[in-house]
């Protein structure tokens, strides 16, 4: 190192403090970036790479951004998941002897973006800590920089709950210590793109100490001091709006894991990951960023408190039947800025007038939200108007202070009120009389001379001059003016008077220039003490505006209120898929319903492909989900029991990328629910055994829907293609048939799309193939096949095999009724064929007792000689 220059020696050294990001080294106008940091970021944002001696033997390579462009370039690269460091010069280089001291003044990383394109409003940007303890729990932090909020809780032992909850967050950034289990480590990257970052402290400090009050739990406050002692050593400024942290558990929240939120598009759907056409991009008419983030949130989190669904219930009906109000909140909202987020950059310092003049428009909404909700004059109404605070002092001190149309930049001034500040009153009154001096010196001094065409003006060079052109020179008596600069047709002049009348306006734009800052800090300093009453107003609006957009798609799209049963049955009349319907224009969707109740466990739906099978479950799984998070439901009717958790198993196109081959995520998943699920939960599986060869796939659909039947007694939709399941009804007196009726028309299948009792009754496949427009030729061959196949019988589910008590797989389940002895393959002989054709003849019902013991007596000495 020691032949490297003083410069390259400083950098080495705060590198080697920063090895995981990329260190943005300030050089004047510009950040390099050099060695192997040069290499990457040259590739990474296709900037030219070039080179400079650095006093070793070969000369370093080195690329840069200047400064006032280097935001996007940061942005670009956290968006691909890296980090970058920031290296300022911390001292004057006038003062510096040697190389100018730098330091890293913020670290900037995928999960502490505090403003540009990286943070979507209506998004959360999380980074997480994740604390492994030695009885196999895992302590779980999150944190959204953006708006201060953080939670904590703890985890069982299974680490698929850690991966599961970071998945839900869409964590972008995970903090672990550095000696977390590898293994762990590679699934959480696997799973997401996730940012792994490592803070080996956990204990409480001074500066974060107070947001730790409210946990009890030593494990809980290990797990946060991680988050925070990162954040506040990466972020090296006021954290003053982080909020105090408060615990939650999984279990208080209706419980749906990763793949199921996925395989029901609730926030985005499967094949394009954006939010157009799932659950959330139907339900969002939140008027403000805010109330948009919240609203997934409570997507992604579903309530099992029946008090606290009703209570949101119970605002959503009054909303909706308040038409003109409601069109009103929803005017006044529009005007709200995002309050959360805008709290979260006053504590980092960073807003402008602008930003607090919006914060003002803001808050003068308040009082008519307030005084709109308070009118409803339901309990839940009150209590809701009465948490919406308009924070007065902040809404009065920003009217007095700043102009309704400030400049963005903090320096130029115009930014205070007349009035405010009796010092700035007093310099702009000395600009502005200097001003008018200026502006009437003209007229004087055109009088004086005679010249129509002198002109008073201005440039930053030479200050104030009178000019006076090439022409009108002669005009001038000598020494009149002092000369001051020649053009080539005029001549431009000052005068003592004019010059010192200039210094008092220069002077006191400086000033003026000074004072406004400083006044605005100190505005801004105020404001930043109301940041807890601003950030309670924001959760309070948010609220207000996701009850709203409930309301509002509620009446749009013709939901109803859905009643809860305390007897865990369902009835849902003309039930639809909302997102389908509104896709497809409700005048072609079919509504259908659904009844299920403690005779009603498991509805085995058969149908043929494309019949709407899967869209059927999906539709039941939305409804309840509707339901949890206080939202009105896509039907004429509904009672629905309140579900502790959800289970899906329908296939996904894209679980190859984990690497596992279908048919084991199939089953990996058809594992998680059964052994999960209660008798309060909701299982959706579709085909499943659908991967593997017909007997097995029919084996394991069978021996699953026994088992929930007479194990779980979860509600369960079990939608398959083997029509020889449909026999399980005869056996399982909870079980019923329901299929997807479809019609022939013209030796064409016709789907009806609607849900009938009864198993279906024939299948549709080769018509599905036609419509798919298979060559003719093929599926006249196909039609032939299928007869052939159709004359010998296929073997049915046994009947015997069906227990009424599951027995574990000791008592060997058959499901055929070939005793199992008899070899499938064994052709029969021409004596068993004879006896075989003597068991066919008879005629049992004419046979008395006696005769049939004879006869089988009989046969038997037959077959055994
Ligand atoms: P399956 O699971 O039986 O293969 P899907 O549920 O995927 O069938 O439905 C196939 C298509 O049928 C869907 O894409 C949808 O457009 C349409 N569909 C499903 N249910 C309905 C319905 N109730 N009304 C109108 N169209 C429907």
Redesign the pocket.
């Known amino acids: 190192m020691a032949h490297y220059t003083p410069m390259i020696q400083q950098y080495l050294k705060v590198k080697a403090e920063h090895q995981d990001a990329f260190l943005f080294f300030r050089l004047g106008d510009f950040y390099e970036m050099f060695f192997e940091d040069a290499l990457k970021a040259s590739q990474e944002l296709e900037i030219t790479l070039t080179s400079r001696e650095g006093g070793g033997d070969e000369k370093i390579p080195m690329c840069g951004v200047p400064y006032h462009s280097a935001q996007s370039y940061i942005e670009q690269l956290i968006e691909k998941g890296y980090k970058v460091a920031i290296c300022e010069q911390t001292e004057d280089p006038k003062q510096a002897k040697g190389v100018v001291r730098r330091e890293v003044v913020q670290l900037i990383t995928p999960g502490t973006l505090m403003e540009g394109r990286g943070l979507n409003d209506k998004e959360n940007n999380y980074i997480a800590s994740v604390t492994p303890f030695a009885d196999n729990t895992f302590g779980l932090a999150y944190s959204d920089l953006s708006t201060g909020e953080s939670k904590v809780t703890l985890l069982s032992n299974q680490f698929d709950e850690v991966l599961n909850e970071l998945a839900v967050l869409g964590a972008k950034e995970v903090v672990i210590p550095s000696n977390f289990n590898g293994e762990l480590q590679k699934q959480m990257r696997d799973r997401s793109a996730i940012t792994l970052s490592f803070e080996d402290k956990d204990g409480t400090e001074e500066s974060f100490s107070s947001l730790l009050l409210d946990l009890t739990q030593n494990k809980l406050k290990q797990t946060a001091a991680r988050l925070f002692h990162y954040l506040y050593r990466t972020q090296k400024r006021s954290l003053d709006h982080l909020q105090s942290v408060s615990t939650y558990q999984i279990q208080q929240y209706l419980k749906i894991d990763y793949f199921s939120k996925r395989n029901l598009e609730l926030t985005e759907t499967i094949r394009s990951k954006g939010k157009k056409g799932s659950l959330l991009w139907l339900l969002d008419g939140t008027m403000t960023a805010m109330g948009g983030r919240m609203l997934k949130q409570w997507i992604d989190r579903p309530l099992i408190d029946k008090h606290e669904i009703i209570r949101r219930q119970n605002l959503v009906d009054t909303l909706i039947q308040h038409y003109f109000e409601r069109q009103d909140l929803r005017e006044k909202l529009k005007e709200v800025y995002d309050l959360e987020r805008l709290a979260g950059r006053v504590a980092f310092g960073n807003v402008n007038a602008r930003d607090l003049v919006q914060l003002k428009r803001s808050l003068t909404q308040i009082p008519f939200l307030k005084e709109i909700v308070r009118q409803f004059e339901t309990e839940e109404a009150v209590e809701l108007a009465e948490q919406l605070d308009p924070v007065e002092e902040v809404t009065d001190l920003l009217e007095q202070a700043i102009v309704d149309n400030p400049p963005l930049s903090l320096k130029e001034g115009n930014m205070i009120r007349d009035g405010y500040n009796a010092q700035l009153d007093q310099f702009r009154d000395a600009s502005r009389n200097g001003k008018t001096w200026i502006a009437q010196l003209e007229q004087k001094e055109r009088e004086k001379t005679g010249i129509k065409s002198l002109k008073v003006g201005y440039n930053r060079v030479f200050g104030y001059y009178i000019e006076v052109t090439r022409a009108n020179l002669h005009l001038l008596q000598e020494g009149q003016y002092e000369r001051k600069q020649t053009l080539t047709n005029a001549e431009r002049f000052i005068t003592p008077e004019l010059k010192e009348k200039e210094a008092l306006i220069l002077q006191a734009e400086e000033k003026i220039g000074e004072l406004e800052y400083e006044l605005f800090t100190n505005i801004r300093e105020t404001v930043k003490e109301y940041i807890p009453r601003l950030q309670s107003l924001a959760k309070n609006a948010s609220k207000l505006d996701v009850l709203q957009c409930f309301a509002q798609v509620s009446e749009e799209r013709r939901f109803v209120k859905p009643q809860f049963s305390e007897e865990r049955r369902i009835v849902i009349k003309d039930g639809r898929h909302p997102v389908?319907e509104k896709v497809?224009n409700s005048q072609?969707?079919?509504p259908?319903d659904c009844y299920m109740d403690s005779e009603r466990e498991v509805l085995l739906i058969t149908?043929p492909?494309?019949?709407?099978?899967?869209?059927?479950m999906r539709q039941i799984a939305l409804i309840a989900i509707l339901a949890q998070i206080g939202c009105y439901v896509p039907a004429n009717e509904a009672v629905l029991p309140i579900f502790d958790q959800v289970f899906t198993r329908i296939g996904a196109a894209d679980d190859l990328i984990s690497g596992q081959s279908t048919f084991m995520v199939e089953m990996l998943e058809a594992k998680n629910a059964i052994t999960n699920a209660t008798q309060n939960s909701l299982i959706l599986f579709?085909e499943i055994g659908r991967g593997t060869s017909t007997y097995d796939g029919m084996a394991l659909a069978q021996a699953m829907i026994e088992y929930i039947h007479n194990r779980i007694g979860a509600k369960t939709l079990f939608?398959t293609h083997y029509h020889e399941l449909t026999v399980l009804e005869e056996n399982l007196p909870k079980l019923k048939n329901v299929h997807?009726s479809a019609v022939e028309h013209n030796g064409k299948v016709v789907?009806l799309?609607k849900i009938k009792e009864g198993p279906a009754d024939k299948s549709y496949g080769i018509h599905v193939a036609q419509l798919a427009e298979l060559p003719n030729e093929l599926i006249a061959r196909a039609e032939e096949i299928l007869q052939e196949l159709e004359a010998e019988p296929m073997p049915q589910p046994s009947a015997v095999a069906i227990k009424e008590e599951y027995h574990e797989p000791s008592g060997q389940l058959s499901f055929f009724d070939e005793p199992k002895e008899i070899d499938q393959s064994h052709t029969p002989s021409a004596k068993e064929k004879r006896v075989l054709e003597q068991l066919k003849k008879l005629d049992i019902l004419d046979m008395t007792p006696l005769q049939a013991m004879n006869t089988l007596y009989e046969l038997h000495k037959k077959i055994k000689s």
């Open positions: 389908v497809l072609e969707y079919v259908n149908g492909n494309m019949s709407g099978k899967s869209t059927y579709d939608s997807v789907f799309h």
